[in-house]
């Protein structure tokens, strides 16, 4: 998070430019467990939709940088 001020940008373009670079330097750090990866496939199919492995890390990955960015916001800022 340290040096990304576009994340909390107001402006959405801003905003997906920091995504994109905090998602870049996660991809070091953060790697989804194979196996939830699998459990949420099999959920979400469940559910009526059809995932592939590839779209639920996404996803995995994806909710960490938001979350990480929220938790940031309210309690580093």
Do not use: T
Request: charged share 35%; aromatic share 12%; glycine share 6%.
């Amino acid at each position: 998070m340290k040096g990304n001020k576009l994340i909390f940008s107001k402006y959405k373009e801003e905003r997906i430019k920091g995504y994109k670079k905090l998602i870049k330097e996660q991809n070091d750090s953060y790697n989804p467990p194979k196996d939830i990866i699998g459990d949420i496939c099999e959920a979400m199919l469940a559910q009526g939709h059809k995932v592939s492995k590839k779209h639920a890390e996404a996803y995995l990955r994806a909710s960490y940088a938001a979350f990480d960015r929220r938790y940031y916001m309210d309690n580093r800022r």
